[in-house]
């Protein structure tokens, strides 16, 4: 296994002036080093997960970090800025900048020194000697653990002011359990559990974390969570098998919380336990009387979790097999579908022989579009117990010609039974099998007949009249429709809203007729709207934009081309009155155009690099072309009417230009 970091990963003098410039800066000695092999590409993920939530940290640190395939081994850089670096922390800018690369398949071996640094990160020694070192071998030792720091006069105060309180706490401390959790599994959720616990140790508190990071997880002792007085989760992604912690006070926040409120979520956990809350949970055995659902948040929140859980595991099957069916159209045309099976007929000098046998792969992905869609929103219910019902569910909703709207219905029922079944109290010699054996029983019978007898046929029959009104879209009506569907598309620019917009149009794909091809080509136009024309906004009228906006703007171009609308997101978490109406009036305007010149569309997916499996291809680019004039329009036009009476710098120079709100 190489080194973590080496001297030539290590900048003591950081010049960068911008995350983006700072991370390009380190980027590049791993590329020098051979352990990224594409930088632009790297740097993309990078800002992918900046855009997620910012990596800035209290203290002066920032920690932009991703997993990418464009790293051949886990590696870390790091650099000290002289002028501080802004990451998004409350406190101000960061000094100290560590850029985390890991693999796609990073090995657990170097995930375990990545949560170890992380952890680090939070002791004032640690960071106290970086600022201090002179030497980039000596700080890269530092780094690997191979030196120790020298202990910072603010550390030591803290550990006698932790033995005072230990000699004076009582003999049964308060004990709380917390799970922390990240998207990338890497930085965020070690540092967390460090800062929790550092907090715990100052208040005499007796804390055990559990980390659901990228290395796995290693489940705390049942022992321990039932002996708890409370339970903190800092956590940005689902906890895993939060069935255990049923029974007890929950104090629910983001794993940023957990890093720089540890004091105030301990003592909100306190709060909770004296005043003896206890929160409901899936699978709660200890409390089987409490009612709710298990996740936080209003119903409408739950729900919306709920049916994104689905949506999110349904897309790769989507894409998968739509694109194939596409290119099969494209290699044998339409009437390709009704091929013979190639199981019976294939000839390999044969080119509609090899489009027969990827538009029947395609169409064994799409059906598991349904199957899946329903098993994985009763999996976001009620977890792993819920998936076979769940299946069941949307496997039945196929049978009777229920389609997609029978999907949604059969994984909520799946998980609303299971979530039932969960509550009742039940013998301790029978609690190991009723998730592997009784509960996915019992359910699946449920279901099955609910599906079957009771809800299946009036779905089926509100399904086909969804596909006829579809299919009877003509005129303003279908331009009306349009234009909803770019409104959604661009309000939230990969959010609920979008994906709500967007799994209404590939469910249609799944028995595709000539409106649900017209309603997929409207929602992929819309979608491609706000990155590109927040690219041709940043090339038009560059003084309007930061020097990093316009770096983004320039990715903008490829991502709106590829149909990515998340693309827009820096921007309209920069300025969100401006950006995005604008974007929205764009989406409409191509959503509308695309509905009222017959643009169809058979793949789910791709941009402009499916053009030739567009019907109207050329009116659907002319669709495209006109959305993203009008936003781009809107949004210089917004930006030039702030800026006249407030800006304090000419933009002639490139550098990032400070403009009054």
């Excluded at 960071?127 to 980039?136: F, K, V, Y």
């Excluded at 069935?243 to 890093?259: E, N, S």
């Excluded at 827009?568 to 978490?573: E, K, L, M, N, V």
């Excluded at 695309?594 to 169809?600: H, L």
């Amino acid at each position: 296994m190489s080194e973590l970091i080496t001297a030539d990963l290590v900048d003591l003098d950081l010049s960068a002036e911008t995350k983006n410039a700072a991370a390009r800066s380190l980027a590049e000695r791993m590329v020098a080093a051979g352990r990224v092999t594409d930088l632009d590409a790297f740097l993309a993920d990078v800002a992918a997960r900046e855009a997620q939530m910012p990596t800035g940290l209290d203290g002066g640190i920032g920690i932009p970090h991703c997993r990418s395939e464009h790293v051949t081994e886990p590696t870390l850089a790091f650099g000290r800025s002289a002028s501080g670096i802004d990451f998004g922390a409350a406190d101000g800018p960061a000094d100290l900048v560590f850029l985390i690369a890991a693999p796609a398949g990073a090995d657990d071996d170097h995930l375990t020194i990545l949560s170890g640094l992380a952890r680090r990160l939070m002791d004032p020694a640690f960071t106290g000697s970086l600022r201090a070192e002179g030497d980039p071998a000596a700080a890269a030792a530092l780094i690997r653990g191979e030196e120790t720091p020298a202990a910072a006069p603010e550390a030591e105060e803290a550990e006698e002011a932790e033995e005072e309180t230990e000699e004076t706490q009582a003999a049964e401390p308060f004990r709380i359990v917390a799970v922390t959790s990240c998207p990338t599994g890497i930085a965020h959720t070690y540092m967390a559990a460090e800062s929790l616990e550092a907090a715990a140790r100052a208040q005499g508190v007796e804390l055990h974390v559990e980390t659901q990071g990228s290395a796995g997880f290693e489940r705390l002792d049942p022992a321990v969570i039932a002996a708890a007085d409370a339970v903190i989760w800092a956590h940005d992604v689902d906890v895993r098998e939060k069935a255990r912690f049923g029974g007890k006070p929950v104090v629910d926040t983001g794993v940023k919380a957990g890093i720089n409120r540890p004091a105030e979520l301990i003592a909100e956990a306190r709060r909770k336990a004296e005043r003896g809350e206890i929160s409901a949970i899936h699978e709660n055995r200890e409390e089987p009387g409490a009612g709710g659902s298990g996740t936080s948040g209003h119903f409408g929140v739950r729900l919306r979790t709920y049916l994104m859980s689905g949506v999110s595991y349904m897309v790769p099957f989507v894409a998968a097999g739509g694109l194939l069916i596409a290119l099969s159209f494209a290699i044998g045309g339409y009437e390709i579908a009704s091929a013979k099976s190639v199981a019976d007929h294939f000839v390999w000098g044969e080119a509609d022989s090899w489009a027969a046998l990827l538009n029947q792969i395609g169409s064994a992905a799409f059906g598991f579009l349904v199957p899946v869609l329903a098993g994985y929103i009763a999996y976001g219910m009620a977890d792993r117990p819920a998936l076979v019902p769940g299946f069941v569910g949307g496997a039945i909703a196929l049978t009777i010609d229920a389609g997609f709207l029978g999907g949604l219905v059969a994984g909520l029922l799946a998980g609303a039974t299971v979530m039932a079944i969960q509550r009742v109290k039940v013998h301790p010699t029978l609690r190991g099998i009723m998730p592997v054996l009784v509960i996915p029983l019992l359910a699946s019978i449920v279901v099955g007949f609910l599906m079957f007898i009771v809800v299946g046929k009036p779905i089926a029959s509100l399904q086909n009249a969804l596909t006829d009104w579809l299919n009877g879209l003509s005129g303003s009506n279908a331009v009306i429709l349009g234009v909803v569907l770019g409104l959604m598309m661009c309000f939230d620019m990969g959010g609920p809203l979008n994906k709500v917009a967007y799994a209404f149009a590939v469910g249609g794909l799944a028995d595709p007729t000539p409106g649900s091809l017209k309603v997929m080509a409207a929602v992929m136009a819309a979608g491609m709207v706000p990155p590109l024309a927040m690219a041709l906004a940043t090339t038009v009228r560059r003084g309007l934009f930061t020097g990093t906006e316009r770096e983004n703007g320039r990715a903008a171009w490829v991502l709106g081309a590829s149909f990515i609308t998340e693309g827009a997101i820096p921007f309209a978490a920069a300025d969100p009155l401006r950006v995005i109406p604008s974007v929205m009036a764009g989406g409409a305007v191509t959503g509308a155009l695309s509905m009222a010149f017959g643009c169809t569309l058979r793949a789910p997916h791709g941009g402009v690099f499916v053009v030739p499996l567009i019907g109207e291809p050329f009116l659907y680019l002319l669709a495209i072309a006109v959305g993203t004039a009008v936003s781009t329009a809107l949004v210089v036009t917004l930006k030039g009417l702030r800026r006249k009476p407030d800006a304090v710098a000419p933009a002639g120079d490139g550098s990032d230009v400070a403009v009054a709100a």
